[in-house]
């Protein structure tokens, strides 16, 4: 499959042109489509924030975390033996299968926790990912996923409790530690995640990584992937890889190596203790509305497919 993918993209650039993607059964999206008109300077977020089902294609990703699309999208059924999508009216319980997968076989050993009966999942993608109307700026090639603090007791709450129902905090002292509702099972539930191959980080918020770092006590290489951000103190955010075999999705720069257990600490230090501010430091610019010319190439076959 690479050698045929090599030798498509050898003679496209031969002819002048720019290759379709190949996902692993063959099937293919330009990278080369006319936007129609009535999509051209649209933000993008209202192309794909209106989207109800998956594009019929292959599963594949393109772009990245912030700025891409999603094909052949597989749905997080509603409700499984150890999971519940929370938050149904949003319709964003849609992924990439490895992303899919990974979460099902997570809330499995969420399962096997103290007072846990699973997993309440949040936000996924929609369901051709893209920019999103509300929230994210992330989230658009469906290989990120929300997955709230909240110890679920009951794994039969209807649509409506589910819109109402919310998760809990786990910070202290705006995240420099963690609160009483923290407890070892958050730690092995948020282990098995960045141990599985296919994760590339987790984002949690700063005091978290910090207790997980003073309290693991064995292997410690799956720390690495804990990565301290704002927020995060509802819900932590696991990130997949790119899958193996598809051509257009682009990878995060992978964590630095070590731990990452001191650099955690010096976000906690500069929580309890925070630096002047700096009178030089470039003031953040306006953030521009992508549109669809904004995206990767395939994108416009992806939300134009009936």
Known sequence: MARITRLIAAAAILAGCAAPSVSRDGAQISTRQEIPQHMRGVPAKNLFGKQIHGSEHSPAAYGGYAGGCLAGARQLPETGPTWQAMRLSRNRNWGHPETIDLIQKLSAKAAQQPGWSGLYVGDISQPRGGPMLSGHRSHQIGLDADIWMRPPKSLTLSRSERENISSISMRRARGAYVNDNWTRAHHEVIKA??????????????????????????????????????????????????????????????????????????????????PPPDPDAPKPKPRKEKTLADLPGQCVGVVTKP
């Open 193 to 274: 995640a960045a141990q599985d191959p296919r994760t590339a980080r987790i984002f949690v918020f700063p005091g978290a990584k910090v207790r997980m770092c003073k309290d693991e006590t064995g292997d410690r290489a799956w720390l690495r992937k804990i990565r301290p951000w704002w927020g995060h103190h509802y819900h932590f955010h696991v990130r997949l890889k790119c899958p193996e075999g598809v051509e257009g999705c682009v990878n995060q720069t992978p964590p630095p190596p070590g731990d990452g257990c001191e650099g955690a600490q010096e976000w906690v230090n500069n929580i309890l203790n925070p």
